[in-house]
């Protein structure tokens, strides 16, 4: 028989560095999870993504254990890795802070793609440049 599902924890954390402070602590410890266990866990799972923000879902069961599954960075994250740009534009229709080269804007959307809701990389890819325009990333060609 499947464990009775109680909730779905969605966070973002940064790659091996998952610590009881907030927001993990409070949000699992509401839940009466082994905070530190999922700690341990979280970070032998994304050492190789050090420092990159990893998105995670945390599903609690009824009888407190728990499974969690890691996704892709997310689309503004790794566009502003690849433009090596800090932060998007406060103004992206005025104010160009970086930009992409089509090959880069490929790399990305091959990155996102399991996350994604597209079929093939030209969509996937339209979806990544949407972002990039929305955070003053210019594409070239």
């Not at 509401?30 to 700690?39: D, E, K, S, T, V």
């Not at 689309?75 to 740009?85: D, G, N, S």
């Not at 949407?130 to 070239?140: L, P």
Request: charged share 25%.
């Amino acid at each position: 028989m499947a464990k009775k599902i109680i909730t779905k924890i969605k966070l973002q954390i940064k790659g091996g560095q998952a610590n009881p402070a907030p927001p993990i602590g409070p949000a699992l410890g509401q839940h009466g999870l082994n905070i530190a266990g999922f700690c341990k866990e979280f970070n032998d799972a994304s050492r190789d993504r050090m420092g990159d923000v990893v998105p995670v879902e945390i599903t609690v069961y009824a009888d407190r254990t728990y499974s969690f599954i890691m996704k892709t960075a997310p689309a503004a994250e790794l566009i502003k890795k690849f433009a090596k740009i800090g932060k998007g534009s406060g103004k992206p229709l005025k104010e160009k802070v970086g930009s992409l080269t089509g090959s880069q804007l490929k790399e990305i959307a091959e990155i996102k793609m399991p996350d994604l809701n597209a079929n093939n990389v030209e969509a996937a890819m339209k979806i990544i440049a949407g972002t990039a325009r929305q955070m003053g990333v210019t594409i070239k060609d």
